[in-house]
C-alpha cells in the first residue's frame, strides 16, 4: 500500500471521527455527563473538562475536520490521476471528476455515516472515545482560542455582539430530558414514583403561571370591611380557615387581610386588625412567586388579571404544593365529589383540576390557559355558567349538571364517548 493511500486513509477516518465528534457532542445530554462524573466516571470527567466550553470543543472539532480534509484533498489527487489518464486532455474535466468523486467519498463515509451512527447513540460514543476526543481538543486549544478571539473581535466590532460566550454545562432542558428518558425505560421502582413527580414539579416552577393554581377568585373567602367583628368569627369558625380577606364595598378593591390569632387581642373594629397585603399579576411564574414569598415572608398574596381585577389569592401552601402534591392539613377540610360511576362514567366536582382527572383517569380533556378546573373547561365552551339539569356533549364528553350556583360549577355527571369499531 502506497504512501498516499495509507494517508487517504487516515485522513479519512480522522474526518469521520471528528464529524462523528461534533453531532454526538451536540446530541448529548450535559446533565448526564455531570451526573456520571459526580458518580467518578473517568471518562465522563474528561468530557466534562471539554463541556465547560462547548463553543470551543466543537470549534476545535471543526479544526481537526478541516485539517483532516486539506490532507486528504492532497493525496487524493494523486491517487485519481492515473486512474483517470483518458481525461489528461481535458484540466477542467480532470478537476470536475476528482471534485465529484472526492466529495462522494467525504460525504458518505466522513459525514453521513459517522452522524448517523454518533447521533442515535450519542453517550455511548462519547465515553468510547473520550480519550482521544479530550486529546485533540488540548492540542487544538492553541488554535482554536486564536479562531475563538478573533471571532468575538470580528463580532464586537463590526456587528455589536458579544460574540461566543460560555454556556452552562447543561440546561433545563438537559435535565427534563434525562428524566424522561429515565422513565422511559420503565425500570422505575415504586418508592422513586413519588421523587421523580417531585422533581418534575420542581422543573415546572419556572414555566408554570399563577394563574394556573392560585384559588379562584369564586372561592375567595373575604368580608367587607364595614362588617361586625362578629361576622368575621362567624367566617373563620364556619369555613375553618386562618385568613380572610378584607375589602371595601367589592372584591375588587381589597385592603388587606386578617390573621385569626389577630382576633385573640381583643380589637374592637376589623380596621385595627387589618394586616396589609400585595398583589402580583396572574402571568408571574411559580418559581418567581416562591422566592419573592421566602425572601419577603410573605404568605398570602392577591392575584390581578390583566386588566387589574381579582382573579383569585394565593398562599405559600399553594406553591409548596405544586411541588410536593396535595398537602392536608388542618384547614383543608373540604372534600370535592369525585366518583366513578361505572366504565368511563363520572360524579366529579367542577373544581377539579384537569391536570389532575386526566393523570388519573386518562381522561384526555384538553388543556388551556382560559382554564384550569373541569367546570372551567365546561364553562370556556358554553361561554355561560349552565343550570342544575342541563345537558351538553363537549368534544368526546357527555356532560350533565348535577350542581350549580350563579359563579361556578359544583358537580357534574361526565360520560367519555367511545366510539365503537
Given at each position: 500500500m502506497t504512501t498516499p493511500l495509507i494517508l487517504v486513509f487516515i485522513s479519512l477516518a480522522l474526518s469521520a471521527f471528528f464529524s462523528g465528534l461534533e453531532i454526538a457532542f451536540v446530541s448529548a445530554n450535559r446533565f448526564e455527563i455531570e451526573l456520571e462524573t459526580k458518580k467518578g466516571n473517568i471518562y465522563y470527567r474528561l468530557l466534562s473538562f471539554a463541556a465547560r466550553k462547548p463553543s470551543w470543543f466543537i470549534a476545535a472539532m471543526l479544526v481537526g475536520n478541516n485539517i483532516a480534509l486539506v490532507v486528504f484533498g492532497l493525496f487524493m489527487s494523486d491517487i485519481l490521476d492515473p486512474s483517470l489518464n483518458f481525461l489528461v486532455g481535458s484540466p477542467f474535466a480532470l478537476l470536475l471528476a476528482q471534485t465529484l468523486i472526492s466529495t462522494l467519498i467525504i460525504l458518505l463515509i466522513a459525514e453521513f455515516i459517522p452522524k448517523s451512527l454518533f447521533s442515535s447513540r450519542p453517550m455511548e460514543m462519547l465515553r468510547v472515545f473520550a480519550l482521544p476526543a479530550v486529546a485533540f481538543y488540548i492540542l487544538f486549544l492553541p488554535v482554536v482560542a486564536l479562531i475563538v478571539g478573533f471571532s468575538n473581535f470580528f463580532l464586537r466590532v463590526f456587528f455589536g455582539?458579544?460574540?461566543?460566550?460560555?454556556?452552562?454545562?447543561?440546561?433545563?432542558?438537559?435535565?427534563?430530558?434525562?428524566?424522561?428518558?429515565?422513565?422511559?425505560?420503565?425500570?422505575?421502582?415504586?418508592?422513586?414514583?413519588?421523587?421523580?413527580?417531585?422533581?418534575?414539579?420542581?422543573?415546572?416552577?419556572?414555566?408554570?403561571?399563577?394563574?394556573?393554581?392560585?384559588?379562584?377568585?369564586?372561592?375567595?373567602?373575604?368580608?367587607?370591611?364595614?362588617?361586625?367583628?362578629?361576622?368575621?368569627?362567624?367566617?373563620?369558625?364556619?369555613?375553618?380557615?386562618?385568613?380572610?380577606?378584607?375589602?371595601?364595598?367589592?372584591?375588587?378593591?381589597?385592603?388587606?387581610?386578617?390573621?385569626?390569632?389577630?382576633?385573640?387581642?381583643?380589637?374592637?373594629?376589623?380596621?385595627?386588625?387589618?394586616?396589609?397585603?400585595?398583589?402580583?399579576?396572574e402571568s408571574m411564574t411559580a418559581e418567581t412567586l416562591l422566592r419573592r414569598m421566602t425572601q419577603e415572608n410573605q404568605s398570602i398574596l392577591v392575584v390581578l388579571d390583566e386588566y387589574g381585577v381579582t382573579a383569585g389569592m394565593i398562599t405559600l401552601e399553594d406553591v409548596v404544593e405544586e411541588i410536593f402534591?396535595?398537602?392536608?392539613?388542618?384547614?383543608?377540610?373540604?372534600?370535592?365529589?369525585?366518583?366513578?360511576i361505572e366504565e368511563n362514567h363520572y360524579l366529579l366536582s367542577g373544581r377539579l383540576e384537569i391536570d389532575y382527572l386526566n393523570d388519573k383517569y386518562g381522561l384526555g380533556i384538553p388543556s388551556s390557559e382560559s382554564y384550569s378546573t373541569l367546570g372551567g373547561f365546561i364553562t370556556n365552551y358554553l361561554e355561560r355558567i349552565p343550570k342544575d339539569g342541563e345537558h351538553a356533549v363537549i368534544q368526546d364528553f357527555d356532560i350533565k349538571i348535577i350542581k350549580s350556583t350563579d359563579k361556578f360549577l359544583q358537580e357534574v355527571k361526565l360520560k367519555k364517548i367511545i366510539e365503537k369499531e
Open positions: 455582539e458579544k460574540g461566543m460566550e460560555s454556556t452552562p454545562s447543561f440546561t433545563l432542558l438537559d435535565i427534563n430530558k434525562y428524566v424522561k428518558e429515565y422513565t422511559d425505560t420503565g425500570q422505575i421502582k415504586a418508592s422513586e414514583e413519588h421523587e421523580i413527580r417531585i422533581f418534575r414539579n420542581a422543573l415546572d416552577l419556572s414555566t408554570n403561571k399563577v394563574r394556573d393554581f392560585m384559588v379562584p377568585r369564586t372561592e375567595i373567602i373575604a368580608m367587607d370591611i364595614d362588617e361586625d367583628l362578629s361576622r368575621l368569627k362567624e367566617i373563620f369558625t364556619e369555613h375553618s380557615v386562618s385568613k380572610v380577606l378584607i375589602f371595601d364595598d367589592s372584591i375588587d378593591h381589597i385592603v388587606g387581610y386578617v390573621h385569626s390569632f389577630d382576633l385573640f387581642a381583643q380589637p374592637k373594629s376589623v380596621k385595627e386588625v387589618i394586616r396589609n397585603i400585595e398583589f402580583i399579576p402534591g396535595e398537602i392536608d392539613d388542618e384547614h383543608d377540610v373540604e372534600d370535592l365529589p369525585e366518583k366513578i
